[in-house]
């Protein structure tokens, strides 16, 4: 049995892998996975059912609506915190008017704790 063509495959294969980027880490974010009953569980769960049309929720992700921002680029706003981001959630989320959706108060401090989870250290804006 002639076993060259299964060489010359297995060279080829061996050619066609995709070498490692430059900085294969990707930024650290909370783990995602989160208990039932917390406050981050239901805020994710929120994300995922309400913002996700517009806005990307989980890291990695890109919004489909390019014009709304990640939530990962929202929780790294500099000198973004707890009390700031729930106030903007509540006071300023419907702008602009087009967009008009408010979130319900009840979901404000799961959104927000949700959100800190996506903070990073080593974040860097995606443009």
Partial sequence: MNRTPILIMSAL??????????????????SGVFERDTAEYRGQKFARNRCSDCHAVEPL???PNPSAPSLVDVANT???????????????????????????????????????TLQSADYEPAI
């Fill in 13 to 30: 294969l061996a050619a066609c892998q995709i070498a490692p980027a430059e900085n294969p880490v990707p930024p650290t974010y909370g």
């Fill in 61 to 63: 992700q890109l919004s």
């Fill in 78 to 116: 500099p000198g973004l915190s707890r009390e700031s981001l729930a106030s903007w959630l509540k006071t300023t989320h419907d702008f602009p008017s087009e967009m008009y959706f408010e979130i319900p108060e009840e979901h404000i401090d799961d959104l927000v704790a949700y959100m800190l």
